[in-house]
């Protein structure tokens, strides 16, 4: 881990500061972790990834994603890529437009709240320095190993997207691509994208529309993602905090998309 990140890190809860400590077992087993000792904070960091959140912690609609990306984990890249051919929508095409819109400059310190498997991760200029947050251990686990193929320098970490383990503006871009339209909060993980975004930052946010919903809650395998959907598809765009600037909302791809981008006033 980076010091820099080391800098930027918080306990998601507490927001306290976190100190890497390292500990050698009775086998002989060096073992890392971030603690905060006044607030007895121990987060364990497993093969280079900090956890900072436990499965038992995870409340309200976000357990029953974090089991089935967990388990659809080593078929998502595929399974993405099938459900948007069968929506007539080109992957590469949508996630090199996605990523131009976020506006990444050289040097910026980018956060994606739910990376996956990293499928964009090719597209993230090498200038910047880019981190990614998932609830799914098993998309992690795809994206770690991905990271080792792209130049740019990536830092991983398991937790949600409601309880940013970040301190207050540590990043110059904040993405949400996907997933959201399941979040058990999505207020609380759109307030947590701003908290943690510089001032003056970009703010994007895309998942897919009620239509494409609709198509794919009958395919076996993806409707997994679309069954017991809890309510409706809509674009946060009432959930958004005031005083947010340049609010773009739209619908793209013949409406299977929805967008949408602000800034953090500067
Ligand atoms: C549709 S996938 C999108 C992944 C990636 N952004 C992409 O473009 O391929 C949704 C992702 O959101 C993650 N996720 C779901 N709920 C989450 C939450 N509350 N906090 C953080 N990540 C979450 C899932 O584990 C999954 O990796």
């Given at each position: 881990m980076r010091v820099e990140t080391l800098e930027i890190l918080c306990s998601p809860l507490e927001r306290a500061p976190l100190q890497l400590e390292t500990e050698t077992s009775a086998e002989g087993e060096i073992r890392r972790f971030l603690v905060n000792h006044e607030h007895g904070l121990k987060f364990p960091i497993r093969d280079g990834i900090p956890i900072f959140?436990?499965?038992?912690?995870i409340t309200g609609i976000n357990g029953r994603f974090r089991k089935i990306y967990d388990s659809w984990a080593p078929f998502y890249d595929l399974l993405s890529r099938v459900g948007l051919y069968i929506l007539g929508v080109s992957e590469r095409k949508l996630r090199k437009e996605f990523i131009a819109s976020l506006e990444i400059k050289e040097g910026d310190r980018v956060?994606?709240?739910?990376?996956?498997?990293?499928?964009?991760l090719h597209l993230i200029p090498q200038t910047c320095k880019f981190y990614g947050l998932d609830l799914s251990d098993g998309m992690l686990r795809i994206c770690r190993n991905k990271m080792?193929?792209?130049?740019v320098p990536v830092e991983l970490f398991l937790g949600q997207a409601e309880h940013l383990p970040f301190k207050d503006g540590a990043f110059d871009v904040v993405y949400q691509m996907g997933g959201i339209n399941f979040f058990s909060d999505q207020e609380k993980a759109i307030r947590e994208m701003v908290r943690v975004a510089k001032n003056g930052s970009k703010i994007v946010i895309m998942d897919e529309t009620e239509q494409v919903a609709r198509t794919l809650e009958n395919i076996p395998g993806i409707n997994a993602w679309f069954r017991h959907q809890h309510r409706p598809i809509v674009p946060?765009?009432?959930l958004v905090p005031e005083g947010m600037e340049q609010m773009e909302s739209c619908e793209l791809y013949d409406g299977q998309a929805w967008y949408l981008s602000f800034r953090k006033p500067a």
């Open positions: 959140v436990e499965p038992h912690q956060l994606a709240t739910s990376v996956g498997t990293g499928a964009d080792r193929k792209v130049g946060p765009t009432a």
